[in-house]
């Protein structure tokens, strides 16, 4: 079975503190995806990133970060100089290889004080 | 820009009174996917098409049904309306090949109210 476990489920930090968002997965498959995703008050999940089992290179891309550690099943997302414009629900997904349906942690709501 | 477009994006409808969403797409993704989001909940997965296959999941309601006519459209029925069903309905597109896990790309939403 597959499950996604975003245990934090609010953060607040004020504007240009770094913020951690944590993700942990389960699956018996060796083969899988994993992914992030952003929701703003608006409505709209926005792509973030996808990574697959067999990259443990961690990303970075502007103030944006993810550590994946296979070993911990962990693919945790860090947001460096956190601004106001962060402050959204952010979703961790997991993906079985062969299956189209994503299994969607339970969402952590940031909100970012100015 | 290529995009997924949902209409309306808010939809008042009575309980009982059947009502449709739509979803179209310029991406040509071959897949598409309806889900629902409750508050502060998680989104949760209605059915999706592989191209002209419908799958459904195991846990949706008779009362929701799709339409794919074409590529770029896709279609949300849901017969009878109850106040259970009032929530955001996300649709989303991939690419299809299953073994290569592309990611999800989600329209703006339906917001369902049910009077």
């Known amino acids: 079975a597959q499950k996604v476990t975003q245990a934090q489920t609010e953060i607040s930090v004020v504007e240009k503190e770094d913020v951690t968002l944590d993700c942990v997965y389960e699956?018996?498959?060796?083969?899988?995806?994993l992914f992030w995703y952003k929701q703003p008050p608006s409505g709209e999940l926005v792509f973030l990133i996808r990574r697959n089992s067999f990259d443990e290179q961690n990303e970075i891309s502007g103030r944006y970060s993810w550590n994946f550690q296979k070993s911990t099943s962990s693919f945790n997302f860090t947001i460096t100089a956190s601004q106001v414009v962060d402050s959204a629900v952010y979703f961790c997904?997991?993906?079985?290889?062969?299956?189209?349906?994503?299994?969607f942690g339970t969402g952590t709501r940031l909100t970012v004080i100015p | 820009d290529a995009m997924v477009i949902q209409n309306p994006r808010y939809q008042v409808t009575q309980f009982g009174k059947p009502v449709t969403l739509s979803c179209s797409q310029t991406l040509n993704h071959n897949v598409m996917y309806w889900y629902q989001q409750k508050s502060s909940q998680a989104p949760k997965l209605l059915f999706h098409y592989y191209d002209k296959d419908f799958n459904n999941e195991a846990d949706t309601p008779d009362n929701f049904q799709s339409r794919r006519p074409n590529t770029s459209f896709c279609f949300l029925d849901i017969r009878s309306p109850g106040l259970g069903d009032a929530a955001m309905y996300l649709c989303a597109t991939s690419r299809g090949f299953r073994d290569r896990g592309y990611e999800q790309y989600f329209g703006p939403g339906t917001r369902l109210t049910v009077t």
């Open positions: 699956t018996r498959d060796t083969t899988y995806y």
């Open positions: 997904a997991l993906r079985r290889t062969g299956a189209n349906n994503l299994f």
